[in-house]
């Protein structure tokens, strides 16, 4: 991508150190399933304007973070603090006004499959506020045009394709201009030039939302790209083992598991060559 | 070649473990025993694994020198594999890479016949529970419903009456049809031999009426309309739709199970009646054609035998059938894992457990209605 997302990166103007206070803060959060304890001891903050990476290896716990921090499954322990509220500790509506400051876009779209394209986008927006039907419409196509996908107001999610999807569920995502928004692996099963294409389109829509990105991936292109804070989750030894700019973490990281992880293993010292199969 | 092994000791006290053959998934592997026999009794200090004369191998070769390497470790005898190809080596030690994670490994429970049966009364004791939550969080549901705090579409309701009512028609018409006449044939052989065939019109019309077309009806809408609801309710689990639509700011009871359960509640009834209608019908050409029964004698037997009662408390009980399946059916679907393996047992779970409330519901109501003498003359 995208000089656009390199020249925020390299200017520093979204740069984690220099953004404002907090917009979600972690403190001792462990997450389990059936007393498995996934991640322990998470402590982190994600600050405005950021574009907030949360990476590591496949089965480290990155999506159980992301659900965690939007609201869907409980912590077994700590809390995830939004704009100063507890998520799980305020009452139910206050937390459903929390969520409904967030859009997010899920692995899969997760689009209604029972709507088209505009019912899945209008719904939110005729349900969460006062706008008249054909305000609503307008939106709808405004929200559509942005992704790309104008005209395709009464296609049903299935009779097109998975990156347009994507880009459909993005759309849905910032029906109601949330202020943060997440992502969860939202290059999966694209593409390169989709995927290139989505992550600048990631970083357009935050910068003009005036956004807080929070980013689940292992991609490495976008936490290169895009990602201005990050951090690693450790599936050994559970916990957050780096927190930082992706790139200063590929260049500086104390931890060899970080560095291998950002140069795809090119960093390891100890590298296994692929096994030749014997037939004589 | 077969795969074949051979065990000689050295003066210098080193083991040679020698490797030939063939080894292949396919092939009789030989029997380690007698190699951890071999080795306990010469006590080696080290063992040497030669390959010399090895032909191919896949992976039987590699999970044998696996265990080899367990057992050479459990009796204190050093390894030396250096003689083994690149090929296998690379893939042993890829295989041990990353240590197995002890925290990762599952307590195997004891599959005996007490455990199973306790460990089925605690999930049936938890399902009963969240059943129970469930419910609960319909009631709160329906109330916002009824204040107009609820964020249910009347379209939703009016695609399900579509989907539940109309749609479901044809095989209610068949099944009614064919159970008035199953009824009338079977209950009329019998009164043909005491001349008393007139009395097909009494068993079939107050039999349809009270208990077969209700029964019948919520069963078939069990298997046709509960299931779909399961199967939807699932996908939509698997989809991420469920917590798309809960962190958009909308309750999934509110949004899906509720517009199925006023659908189910609102055709239901329609269903029934049709069922009743039809299977009276039914039994009046079996009637007709083989029992010598007129139409006319029929229809006026059924005028004398049946009242609006009879029509109602069938109607009625099918009427909560028809919101115990929508229940059963959207319960199993939203408990469904995030799998596809999952959806299909959801479908088949919301049949079982629909089909379970609605005899369970049956005994419960035909108990209520005969102390209460509903149906007394």
């Not at chain 1, 907090?22 to 389990?32: R, W």
């Not at chain 1, 990105?213 to 989750?233: C, F, K, M, P, Q």
Request: proline share 4%.
């Amino acid at each position: 991508m995208t000089n656009q997302a390199l020249t925020f990166a390299a200017s520093g103007t979204r740069s984690s150190t220099e953004t404002g206070e907090p917009h979600i803060e972690v403190s001792n959060l462990t997450m389990a399933y059936d007393g498995f304890v996934i991640q322990t001891g998470m402590n982190f903050k994600v600050r405005r304007g950021e574009i907030f990476i949360i990476m590591g290896p496949s089965g480290c716990g990155k999506s159980t973070l992301l659900r965690h921090l939007i609201g869907i499954k409980a912590p077994s322990s700590g809390s995830v603090r939004f704009d100063g509220l507890d998520l799980w500790g305020v009452d139910h509506e206050t937390r459903d006004s929390l969520l409904l400051r967030m859009g997010i876009l899920y692995q899969s779209g997760a689009l209604w499959s029972s709507m088209t394209l505009a019912e899945n986008i209008a719904l939110p927006l005729s349900a969460h506020t006062r706008l008249s039907k054909k305000e609503v419409a307008e939106l709808v196509s405004f929200k559509l045009s942005l992704v790309g996908l104008s005209g395709f107001e009464d296609y049903y999610p299935a009779e097109i394709s998975g990156g347009m999807q994507k880009r459909a569920a993005l759309a849905r995502a910032i029906a109601l201009d949330p202020e943060i928004l997440f992502f969860d692996e939202p290059s999966s099963g694209l593409d390169p030039i989709s995927a290139g294409r989505l992550d600048e389109l990631i970083v357009h829509l935050t910068e003009s939302l005036g956004s807080t990105a929070v980013v689940v991936t292992h991609d490495l292109a976008s936490i290169l790209e895009i990602g201005t804070n990050s951090i690693y989750l450790d599936i050994e030894t559970k916990s957050i083992l780096a927190e930082g700019p992706p790139g200063d973490l590929l260049e500086i990281s104390s931890s060899q598991n970080v560095r291998d992880f950002l140069s795809r293993g090119q960093g390891q010292k100890t590298r296994k060559t692929p096994p030749e199969h014997h037939q004589p | 070649m077969p795969p074949q092994i051979s065990a000689s000791m050295q003066k210098d006290g080193v083991a040679v473990l020698a490797l030939s053959g063939d080894w292949s998934i396919d092939a009789e592997l030989p029997d380690l025993a007698k190699i951890r026999a071999f080795l306990s009794r010469e006590q080696p200090k080290r063992a040497c694994l030669m390959a010399e004369d090895l032909g191919s191998w896949d992976s039987a070769l590699l999970t044998f020198l696996i265990r080899l390497s367990q057992i050479l470790e459990q009796l204190g005898i050093e390894r030396d594999d250096r003689t083994l190809p690149k090929g296998v080596l690379g893939m042993i030690a890829l295989s041990q890479a990353v240590p197995e994670r002890q925290d990762a490994i599952r307590n195997q429970t004891p599959n005996d016949f007490l455990t199973l049966v306790g460990e089925h009364a605690i999930w049936l004791q938890q399902d009963f529970f969240r059943l129970a939550d469930f419910i609960g969080e319909i009631c709160i549901a329906f109330g916002r419903l009824l204040r107009g705090k609820s964020r249910m579409r009347w379209s939703d309701v009016m695609t399900h009456i579509q989907e539940c009512g109309p749609n479901a028609l044809p095989i209610i018409s068949l099944i009614g049809i064919l159970m008035g006449m199953i009824l009338a044939f079977v209950g009329a052989v019998q009164l043909k031999v005491f001349g008393a065939q007139l009395l097909i019109a009494d068993l079939v019309g107050l039999g349809m009426a009270r208990e077969m077309g209700a029964m019948m009806t919520s069963i078939l809408m069990a298997g046709r309309t509960g299931s779909a609801f399961a199967a939807e309710l699932g996908s939509m689990t698997v989809n991420d739709e469920i917590d798309a639509l809960k962190t958009s700011g909308f309750s999934p009871i509110e949004f899906l199970v509720l517009p199925r359960i006023l659908a189910m509640f609102i055709t239901i009834p329609f269903l029934c009646l049709f069922a009743d209608i039809l299977g009276i019908f039914g039994g009046s050409i079996v009637a007709a054609a083989l029992f010598d029964v007129s139409i006319p004698e029929y229809l006026q037997q059924l005028n004398t035998r049946m009242r609006p009662i009879d029509l109602e408390v069938g109607i009625g009980k099918c009427a909560v059938f028809g919101i115990l399946v929508a229940v059963a059916g959207c319960f199993r679907g939203l408990q469904c894992q995030r799998n596809a393996a999952s959806v299909g047992l959801a479908t088949t779970s919301a049949v079982v457990t629909g089909i379970v409330f609605i005899v369970v519901s049956d005994a419960v109501m035909t108990m209520m209605i005969t102390a209460l003498d509903l149906l007394k003359r």
